[in-house]
Nanobody, 117 residues
């Protein structure tokens, strides 16, 4: 019954912007974040946000991307500005759940972001 639904991906020119959204059901947002995976590459961290307000960004997106969360709506957003071709990939919403002695990760279906040069 845990479900993460992502939206907002698409095709954009370099320098443009996109806003990704993730709506979670059946799970609390703590912590929550975004990862991405380019073709032929490993999935990598983009940004995370805890319910207490702690924010972390990958070095490659600092100053360009902004993560935000709305605990009342159980959603998280990723505002992406000044997009570059190297930002192209499938972006996944992530929620971590404490399971006795470890964190379990839940993932959305992914949304494609393509940045053209």
């Amino acid at each position: 019954q845990v479900q993460l639904v992502e939206s907002g991906g698409g095709l954009v020119q370099a320098g443009g912007s996109l806003r990704l959204s993730c709506a979670a059901s059946g799970i609390a947002l703590n912590p929550m974040g975004w990862y991405r995976q380019a073709p032929g590459k490993q999935r990598e961290l983009v940004a995370t946000a805890t319910s207490g307000g702690s924010i972390n960004y990958a070095d490659s997106v600092k100053g360009r991307f902004t993560i935000s969360r709305d605990n009342g709506k159980n959603t998280v957003h990723l505002e992406m500005n000044s997009l570059k071709p190297e930002d192209t990939g499938v972006y996944y919403c992530n929620v971590r759940v404490w399971s006795s002695s470890f964190w379990r990760d839940y993932w959305g279906q992914g949304t494609q972001v393509t940045v053209s040069s």
